[in-house]
């Protein structure tokens, strides 16, 4: 048993005189063919990551070809993948002047829209060969983002109501007066996830008179049904109302939040005024 094992240590590693398989030079990138980013190393979702690195240390044969693989994966804090993994070659031949020549590797990815992770990880794995030897090295950077408390069933979470479609400041009050535009944005999780993480989520609203009288109902306003590599953490909803011929007074508004995974509802309430 001794023996075999030195035997696989010998077969995995270079020889004696070999050079040592090293990854050299790594460095992220916020836009292709930039500086390198110091650390602590942050992206945005949706942003672009781009990386780069060299390779040293590699063996040629005798006709001076060298035979290189690398694979790239990123992975969130629960070690699930952000994206398919990369995976590329590198034969070539060198001539003289190549002596000291290092391979370059240059890899991007589009962050996912609700990835968010403090202690990402960027993997990278290369492997010699024609010397069988393999070397590999995690880097961590973070997403920054919106967080969610996570919940165990469908819910929704930050509801607020706006002035505009391009508002990013919630109304403290929100008051309207006849004519305006009712714009409001919120937040859905909790939701199951089906084959290829495939989500199935649906709302709908309804307003009511001050009285209580329904005034508007719109059942399904709204339906997302989406497969993805990296599972969506939440879903963005919407609501736009044109006010038009409304008395002042207090408005309850009502969306309802369908999961047709898991069958299960959720409502959330909320009011708006409309002022002379």
Not at 79 to 84: D, T
Not at 157 to 174: K, V, Y
Not at 208 to 231: C, I, M
Request: charged residues 25%; glycine residues 6%.
């Amino acid at each position: 048993m001794k023996l075999l094992a030195v035997v696989l240590a010998l077969v995995a590693g270079p020889a004696a005189g070999q050079p040592k398989l090293k990854i050299v030079q790594t460095a992220f990138h916020q836009f292709d063919g930039g500086p390198a980013m110091r650390a602590p190393v942050e992206f945005q979702t949706t942003e672009t990551l781009f990386f780069s690195a060299k390779i040293a240390g590699y063996t040629k044969s005798n006709k001076d070809t060298i035979s290189l693989e690398w694979m790239v994966e990123t992975f969130d804090d629960d070690r699930v993948r952000l994206a398919p993994g990369e995976k590329n070659t590198i034969q070539v031949e060198l001539s003289e002047e190549d002596k000291n020549w290092q391979p370059l590797i240059r890899y991007q990815v589009e962050l996912p829209q609700t990835a968010t992770c403090q202690k990402c990880l960027l993997q990278l794995t290369v492997r010699d060969k024609l010397a069988n030897a393999e070397t590999q090295l995690e880097l961590p950077f973070a997403i920054r983002g919106l967080t969610l408390k996570p919940s165990p069933s469908v819910t929704v979470h930050n509801f607020r109501f706006l002035r505009s479609e391009n508002d990013f400041t919630p109304l403290a009050i929100p008051a309207y007066r006849p004519g305006d535009e009712l714009w409001a944005r919120f937040e859905i999780n909790g939701f199951r996830y089906g084959e290829k993480n495939r989500v199935q989520v649906e709302y709908g609203l309804a307003v009511y008179r001050p009285s209580g009288k329904l005034l508007y109902q719109e059942p399904r306003a709204a339906v997302a049904d989406e497969t993805s590599f990296y599972p969506r953490k939440y879903l963005p909803g919407v609501l736009n109302l044109r006010l038009e011929n409304l008395p002042p007074g207090e408005y309850p508004l009502v969306v309802e939040v369908r999961d047709l995974q898991s069958g299960e509802k959720y409502e959330h309430r909320a009011a708006f005024r409309v002022e002379p």
